[in-house]
């Protein structure tokens, strides 16, 4: 089955505390992308990554950082988390080149993350 | 459960009547636009896509209409069923070499039985 897998799906820690969330995709998808979705706030990109070793930043970097040494994972860094990344994160991914970026972004299940 | 859909603009329908969900873009230069369906407790689904050379187009029970001189989006969905209760994202494509979507607040859709 073609799919986002995200991990873990929920996660309390605390302040300070170094984590990383996993995502992976099976569909040899070029793009890959870690969103934040926060109320009244909706979905917005912390960063992406446009194929292998090639990663930038989006809308709201600060505080994470992300990695791609292999196509299919996209690992987001908390290196030390605060309580205002308390959110719900989703990793995407899509089939994407410069001649043709009319794909859609198929979405991981979230991460549920507080940070305390 | 998922706190996604708290603060939304919320829309009430009867089951079996059609639904209207819409959506303002603010870019002009987004060629590319996608509806997603969120239900509570998972990732955002693509339900269906538009380019801007379009005014319409058509999938299973759903129609998103694109006025590109008002930058308004709308989704239809026909019939509305319980399993459509959700809520729902348009998201542009401003184009570029970064494929970034830019998402929309949400719209929540309650049908009631």
């Known amino acids: 089955e073609a799919q986002v897998t995200q991990n873990p799906r929920y996660l309390i820690t605390v302040t300070g505390k170094k984590l990383t969330v996993t995502c992976s995709q099976n569909?040899?998808?070029?793009?890959m992308s870690w969103y934040r979705q926060d109320p009244g706030l909706g979905l917005r990109q912390i960063y992406y990554?446009?194929?292998?070793?090639?990663?930038d930043k989006g809308d709201v970097p600060e505080g994470y950082k992300v990695s791609r040494k292999e196509k299919r994972n996209f690992p987001l860094i908390l290196e030390s988390p605060s309580p205002n990344q308390t959110s719900l994160y989703f990793c995407?991914?899509?089939?994407?080149?410069?001649?043709?970026?009319?794909?859609?972004?198929?979405f991981g299940p979230g991460t549920r993350l507080t940070v305390l | 459960g998922e706190s996604v859909g708290l603060h939304l603009p919320t829309l009430s329908v009867q089951e079996g009547d059609n639904s209207i969900i819409n959506c303002a873009y603010s870019n002009s230069a987004s060629d590319y636009f996608i509806w997603y369906k969120q239900e509570s407790g998972k990732g955002p689904q693509f339900i269906i896509d538009?380019?801007?050379?379009?005014d319409k187009r058509q999938g299973q029970r759903v129609t998103v209409l694109l006025n590109k001189t008002v930058k308004h989006l709308s989704l239809q969905i026909a019939a509305t069923q319980p399993g459509d209760s959700a809520v729902y994202f348009c998201?542009?494509?401003?184009?570029?070499?970064?494929?970034?979507?830019?998402f929309g607040t949400g719209t929540l859709l309650a049908v009631q039985p």
């Open positions: 995407a991914s899509s089939l994407f080149s410069s001649g043709s970026r009319y794909n859609e972004q198929f």
């Open positions: 998201a542009e494509n401003r184009g570029g070499a970064t494929n970034k979507l830019i």
């Open positions: 569909m040899n998808h070029e793009y």
């Open positions: 990554s446009m194929n292998v070793e090639v990663t």
């Open positions: 538009i380019r801007s050379n379009m």
